[in-house]
């Protein structure tokens, strides 16, 4: 993913456009110059103790802090990576296994 990206749509239009069966409330709107660590709907699919997973919407921070890091900012970005070796690089590695999410994005 590239530096800076665009959310065109409203919270409603995610919703459908995503089959989102919660959406969490105060989500941010559309924003046409959205920058790492700026706070941003993102789609997930999990289950929350014994219930059963649901596709929800939420906000969330728009970066990674590695699950080793005492500090949620970095010595480097961790927005980027590339999709050929995230796997392989131990910042990535974990959250490639099981921390995924969808950020809506016009580019």
Known sequence: MCGRYVVARA????????????AAENLPGPAWNIKPTTRVPV??????????AV???????????PS????????FATFNAR?????????????VKSK???LPAYL
């Open 43 to 52: 789609v997930l699919e999990s289950a929350k103790g014994d219930k059963k």
């Open 11 to 22: 919270t409603a239009d995610l919703v459908s456009m995503f089959d989102v069966q919660e």
């Open 83 to 95: 999709s050929e070796t995230a796997a392989e690089k131990a910042t990535f590695r974990g959250s």
């Open 100 to 102: 995924r999410a969808i």
């Open 55 to 65: 596709r929800r919407l939420e906000p969330a921070r728009w970066s990674l802090t």
């Open 68 to 75: 080793y890091s005492k500090e949620l900012k970095t010595k």
